[in-house]
């Protein structure tokens, strides 16, 4: 196909990934251009650093230069609606956009309000300013517990967040920064989930290691618990249990940030997609990689390989060459606890289960790795390096000698501190 017209939607993980790695594959001829309603890309994961003391504004990049000096169109806008029919997106400034192929990256957002009066009175995280008030409070909670009053913190996984991962950062680094305060035998720490194990997606190894903090830590963890209702200082559960607390902090219900009325989604939004390729079902020329989509589990590394995998296969369909990088779920992430870290590599597949969506590969074998070490905090402060200064440079996640250096590095540190 002789000059494609590439139109991208979303600056985030996914939608830059794609972006940069569709340039290198195409520096010439293609026409791409990206749409946000941001010029600036957060680096997401490095916000449960907020509450601590961490900057917000440093987690922000913007992206306009980066994406000019790839000569990439850049148009700061909110998408009305996309025709598949007629193949063009309509913009709210009334410009149209016509396209060859669309990649719809629009991401996730949280739905408090599921869960009755949970965005009331729960502190959330999910946007830098839900996190600089976590901080706010968790400093309020310091002071009380320095003047003696015992104090409670509960955090909450209710029903329909399908990735918790970012909250159980928060319940260690919260419970190693107490111990640092002085104040860690004035707080009590619970942890309630609605699902079956902990970190359920990840398989029995990251649960055995929760259960096993929890344990050393004295954090009390609750599994299958589904919550129904909170107040101001209690949460109900549907099997009659109530929990009380002093600070109650929570991941929602997730949802699709973006809908596309006139493209197939399942019921929480999610564009619906062939895994490998990640083109949505039945429109060939869309493609839905990172959390707007279907795959369970919305983590910035799953978003960067679907992104691999979209702008892969884009590149086969206009150079007519082999598709040589189908998406292949395998998790890879480092949870903070701030006196140590915790790594993870994960082969998944999905299971058909809507309440147990995917699993660990049956035959994952020595591909399912964890490891517990204080060095592994290196790793995680390597990563929050190397992700900004490859997209500020207009370069893509994974690619090139960098990125080759980094693998080398992980895989390395990986053989020797986790099996």
Known sequence: MANPKIVIVGGGFAGLEAAYLMRM???EGADIALVSDSDRFLFKPNTIYIPFGADPESLFIPIGDALAKRHISFFRERVVSVDPERKHLSLATGTNLPY???VLATGADMRSDEIDGLGEHAETIWTPKEMSHLGTRLHELRSKAKSGARQSVLFLVPPNNKCSGPLYEMVFMLETWLRREGVRDNVDISYSTVESSFIQAFGPRLHEVV????AQRGIRGYLAETSTKVEAHSVSFANGTVRDFDLLISAPPYVA?????SLPTDARGFLRTELETRQVEGFPDIYAPGDGGDFPVKQAFLAFLQADAVADHIFSRVSSRAFRAPFDPVSMCVMEMFDKATFAQVPLRLTGDMDRPVEVR?????????GVSPLWRLGKKLLGVY???RFRAGEPFHAGTAWQLMDVGLKGMSGVLAE
């Open 257 to 261: 940030a973006v809908d596309y009325p």
């Open 387 to 389: 992700l900004p200064m």
């Open 100 to 102: 060859d192929f669309l």
């Open 211 to 214: 259960v096993d903090e929890f």
């Open 362 to 370: 049956p035959d994952a074998d020595g591909d399912y790795k964890v």
């Open 25 to 27: 594959r195409l520096p």
